[in-house]
């Protein structure tokens, strides 16, 4: 067994088996899976995100690894992601709660409990109608060297997230957000993978999923290079000679994921 307890919880649960009073928090739920569970919760006037993981079942892991997927196996990924992540200085989600038993990886019963981060709202939100109303030129560079910088720095430091999508980008709004002042977190690491250096494969992933994400926002190619300088850390000269065949790749990448979700999502696609 694993349990790491900081405060209000360490108070909060004293003489209490964590792994049954994690299941009595109650809150607003987000998301509600046979073998995870995530609300929001607040003790003592403070916010905070609970995910609890069960177990998903042999049958549920044979069928992602047969189909080349790995599977979630509990809360553990994500607290070791967050770890490496505060070592590299990626500003990410603070744990202040963590706990896993038992060794079989179908039935493992483990959860991990983050700070909320508020005020903040996702770059998805804060670029819906920049195609339409542009934003201030300096503000776009400077979150998109952000987001370049912060993407580079996970990888560097051997983490891929497997959801990595402008919405995971959480701009904080405390105070106005200009280009001398703003503050970017990276959060939803559930998925994400550790290791002491990230494969090309899941490197290049997370590039496609950030790519897909800002195909429809009214980036210029000019933006999309300054991303790929400040990204690799490398003149422009060398990453159009070097990555040339990623470079391919992403764009055929986006435009299948961008097919994809239109098929999906569109009005009548369902129909």
């Not at 349990?3 to 792994?19: R, S």
């Given at each position: 067994?694993k ?10 649960w ?22 995870r569970?995530t609300?929001?919760?607040e003790?003592?006037?403070r ?6 993981h ?18 979630v ?19 990410t989600m603070?744990a202040?709660?963590y706990?896993?038993r ?18 903040t709202?996702?770059l998805?939100?804060?670029s819906?109608n920049?195609r339409?109303?542009?934003?201030a030129?300096?503000?776009k560079?400077?979150l998109?060297?952000e987001?370049a ?13 497997r959801?990595c999508?402008i ?5 904080h ?5 200009t280009a ?15 290791r002491h250096?990230?494969?090309?494969r899941?490197?290049d992933?997370?590039l496609?999923g ?5 195909l429809?926002i009214?980036l ?8 790929l ?14 990555e040339a065949?990623?470079?391919?790749w992403?764009e055929?990448?986006g435009?299948?994921l ?14």
């Amino acid at each position: 067994m694993k349990l790491i307890l900081d405060a209000p919880f360490q108070a909060l649960w004293q003489g209490q088996d964590p792994f049954a009073a994690v299941e009595r928090l109650d809150g607003q739920v987000y998301r509600e899976l046979e073998g995870r569970r995530t609300l929001r919760t607040e003790v003592a006037g403070r916010g905070y995100f609970v995910k609890i993981h069960r177990g998903i079942g042999w049958g549920e892991i044979a069928k992602n690894l047969l189909s080349a997927r790995a599977p979630v196996l509990g809360a553990g990924q994500e607290w070791r992601a967050l770890q490496r992540l505060h070592q590299a200085g990626v500003p990410t989600m603070t744990a202040v709660a963590y706990g896993e038993r038992g060794a079989n990886p179908a039935s493992q019963h483990s959860f991990i409990i983050t700070e909320e981060l508020a005020p903040t709202i996702d770059l998805e939100q804060f670029s819906l109608n920049w195609r339409e109303q542009p934003p201030a030129p300096r503000l776009k560079r400077a979150l998109i060297a952000e987001v370049a910088q912060m993407t580079g720095r996970m990888h560097r430091a051997g983490v891929n997230h497997r959801d990595c999508y402008i919405c995971h980008f959480l701009l904080h709004t405390e105070r106005p957000v200009t280009a001398d002042d703003l503050r970017l977190s990276l959060i939803d690491l559930h998925r994400a993978q550790t290791r002491h250096a990230v494969p090309r494969r899941w490197r290049d992933k997370d590039l496609a999923g950030l790519y897909f994400s800002v195909l429809n926002i009214g980036l210029t190619q000019r933006d999309l290079l300054r991303f790929l300088k400040i990204y690799f850390q490398r003149p422009l000269r060398d990453i159009l000679r070097d990555e040339a065949a990623l470079l391919r790749w992403l764009e055929r990448k986006g435009a299948r994921l961008l097919a994809r979700y239109q098929r999906k999502y569109a009005p009548g696609a369902q129909a």
